[in-house]
């Protein structure tokens, strides 16, 4: 932990970790189950913006859900305020949800076709007993607040673009003033124009509601952006996670480097020489021995693949002032 | 609306329409023509009569006027058919989408049960059904009900899975809805064009099964005028008077043809790949 910390965190993740049995409960013992998130550990400070950065399949998004305990966790706990959330079930269950909301991927699906805008903002005031004046005022306040005007509030979904969909997403999500916001690849779906406008919106939000979010992204640029601090998964563990800064300008762990280097830049002459990781990321029902990145390791390999690599999973451990990684070598 | 515009521009929905409409006014309207008195009572000067003026499609076997009993007869059809696909669509939707929604053991095991009654012939899971709870217009619609239920809990069930795993359903669970008010405010409301297709073409059928049994004597009890019973009670004048036995035999028929038309073109209208509601 950094030196800095002086505020208990607004969540506290402990050795977190998933499996999934896949296929029906008649043949779920056969099948090894799907390491989608492994004993991962991380802090949230309040009003800071921490990124989870990774390829498809890594584990980010299920690590997300869980923080919001959409699903519930193999092993490991999640701590909100210092208040064990990890078997909260029923009633105190959806009463967290009060304190943790989120932003979904996709704008086209998150909202019910058969809803208006103003039900669907409106339904989480409704669920938790909120009745009219006060349920329409806050509405309105809430469609405001995200540059939606009243005349939305009547229509259907087919009737939006894909931002101001977004917006609708935004606003049932804040509009139960919550903590922390969980978005999960909140612009992705969205074109690189729209993007711009719903992340200041969200950064605007922020700074006016005091919004904790942990965003959950695969798009550098985005995450670049918006974030404080930034933690890459790979293959259901967290490998490195530091101030943004610093990790896009000395990325400690050698997968971080290889996804720093795949990002584009802007003009030919900052071009660096990459070199492109080999193979493919192995299956997570069958995760490597040891450190699970040494199959693919540029590092390990420039080292003549030392036992350490596949016997020992590397713990996170201080690089430097703000910056942990999970390898024995960086 | 939009649904009623688009029905009468395709081919089928508009004749099915048109067969459904000739077919139910009249039934509705029946007993501003015909008292039930004068379908029940027998007038034994007047048997089998060919058709007049007076007598529209003429008597039959005890002397009553076959019009009257031909549209009291589709009335007692139509809330029999309506009655068990109600009761088939809502026990079929309820277990359906519990199965779909709670995918576990139990949702398996309600799940291989609806397919093992679904390994039985309808008419015979309703012939035990009547065996069991006696004979009557009331068994008669659950039975036909109950051997309704395993095509309704197959459909919503899939529709329910294919739902589950959509956003706006997760996004529900994520604010803090319950399970009942997913499943009614979220989940029922976007699988209602299939089951509103399906239960179309399960009253056409609800029909022809309601009309078996009773041809069988599984039915209402003798002088309530019923299609099925109808013809089966005139069917030894099949030679003599064909026109009594023809009559409901052909009404069953058109209500039939009727509803599966607008089935089917419900459901082409409804297809989503078909008409894509445009983002």
Partial sequence: ???????????????????????????????????????????????????IVGES????????????????????????????????????????????????????????????????????????????????????EMLGMVGLSEAHKARFPHALSGGQRQRVGIARALILEPEVVVCDEAVSALDVSVQAQILNLMQDLQQILGLTYLFISHDLAVVRHISDRVGVMYLGRLVEIADKEQLFSSPAHPYSRALMAAVPVSHPSLRRPVTPLEG??????????????????????????????????????????????????? | MRILKQLLRHKSGLIGSVITLLIVLPIALAPLIYSYDDVINMNLAQVLRPPSLEHPLG?????????????????????????????????????????GYFDGPLSWLTMRCVDAMMTFPRMLVALFVITVMG???VSLAIAVGISTIPIFARLSRGSTLALR???????????????????????LPNILSPLLVQATLAFASAVI?????????????????????MTAEARSYLVTAPHIVLAPAVAVLLLVLGFNLLGDALRDIMDPRLTQERH
């Fill in chain 1, 280 to 330: 493919n990321v192995p299956s997570p029902r069958n995760p490597p021995p040891g450190c699970a990145f040494h199959t693919r390791c540029p590092l390990a390999r420039s080292m003549g693949n030392p036992a350490q690599c596949h016997t020992a999973v590397p713990a996170l451990r201080d690089i430097g002032p703000a910056q942990q990684a999970a390898c024995h070598f960086a």
């Fill in chain 1, 1 to 51: 932990m950094t030196a800095v910390v002086a505020d208990p965190p607004v969540i506290a993740v402990r050795n977190l970790t998933l499996h999934f049995q896949t296929g029906s409960f008649l043949s779920a013992y056969r099948s090894p189950p799907v390491r989608a998130v492994e004993d991962v550990s991380l802090t949230l400070r309040r009003g800071e913006t921490l990124s």
């Fill in chain 2, 59 to 99: 008597t039959d076997e005890l002397g009553r006027d076959l019009m009257g009993r031909l549209l009291w007869g589709g009335r007692v059809s139509l809330v029999l058919s309506s009655v068990s696909v109600a009761i088939g669509l809502v026990a079929g939707v309820t277990i359906g989408v519990c199965a």
């Fill in chain 2, 135 to 137: 004979q009557g217009e």
């Fill in chain 2, 209 to 229: 099964l309601a009309a078996g049994l009773s041809f069988l004597g599984m039915g209402p009890a003798p002088p309530t005028p019923e299609w099925g019973a």
């Fill in chain 2, 165 to 187: 795993g959509i956003a706006y359903v997760e996004a529900a669970g994520a604010i803090g809805a319950s399970h009942s008010r997913i499943l009614l405010r979220h989940i």
């Fill in chain 1, 57 to 140: 399949g890594c584990g980010k998004t299920t690590l997300g859900r869980m923080i919001m305990r959409l699903l519930r966790p193999t092993a490991g706990t999640v701590e909100l305020n210092g208040r064990d959330i990890t078997a909260l079930k029923g009633k105190h269950l959806r009463a967290l949800r009060q304190d943790i909301q989120m932003i979904f991927q996709d704008p086209f699906s998150s909202l019910n076709p058969r809803m208006t805008v103003g039900d669907t903002i409106a339904e989480p005031l409704v669920i938790k007993g909120v009745r009219e004046p006060q349920l329409s005022a806050r509405v309105s």
